[in-house]
């Protein structure tokens, strides 16, 4: 997707989706060099401002959902390249935030760029909110029943959380340059936007962190919860074995080739030899019981 839409004061050019074409096309028509298109299509880019000689690379990451890839909540970066008359917006996947940007914020290339930044930041506290619902699900699901499928649903909730809080900090680090960079913030609106951007990133980081806390002692419960019940589990088993070993060993000595007790009473031996059991067994069970082992 190439869109190109002529505003008052600049071009705003939108790539989104790019193929072989589009990228041949911005090198070709807008003098994007070699190396930053590289930088554009990796997925791992981390936020930046680079400084070239006829514009600059504003790299921001933004939340999105994604089932292809492994981690379903994660981030991805959008590349602003900022020049003289234009403005220039690459993502290798869609942004639907720009489709937010109304016409009367694009005034200015820097309010543009500043009003893109704000509404990335604005995104993230959205979707913490989403993903923390659904912390709250699968907490939920496991008070009724331990599952292997809530668990990894933690897990991932908890490497989306990791990814988060990496491009919030990152974010941060590129505003910062921002309000540096001389004649970037020029305006008492401009100024609003950064501290606002800052302000929303700043949130976000932490509720990230307070999100993190959460999740952590979730976790925590759980595996002592998972843990006891494995204890408990394997008492059980231990004490199911120390019964069924008095008819095991009864048994066995009766199948021996020596005197046997009980051997004179033909017809009652069976009855006395079941009754032994029975009351070895029961007083055991009953000992078991008394000391709450089960």
Known sequence: MFDVEKLKTFTWINVGNPDHDDFERLQTEYKIDEDTISDILDPDEQPRLEVEDDYKV??????????ENDTLWHTEPLSIIYSANRVITVCRK???LLDKIKRDEKTSRE?????????IAESYLRFLKELNKRVIDSKKALQERVRKQDLMSLLEVENSYNLYMAGIRGNLVVIDKLEKMRGFVKTDEAEDLIEDARIELAQGAEVVANYSKMLKSIKETFESVINMDSNTYINRLTMWNIVLVIPTVIVGYYGMNVRLPFAEYNDAAIGIFIAIMVLLIGFLIYGIIRRRTF
């Open 58 to 67: 504003i790299i921001v990451r933004f939340p999105i959902v994604n089932r």
């Open 111 to 119: 309010e543009f760029v500043l009003n893109i930044i704000y509404y």
């Open 94 to 96: 869609r942004c639907d």
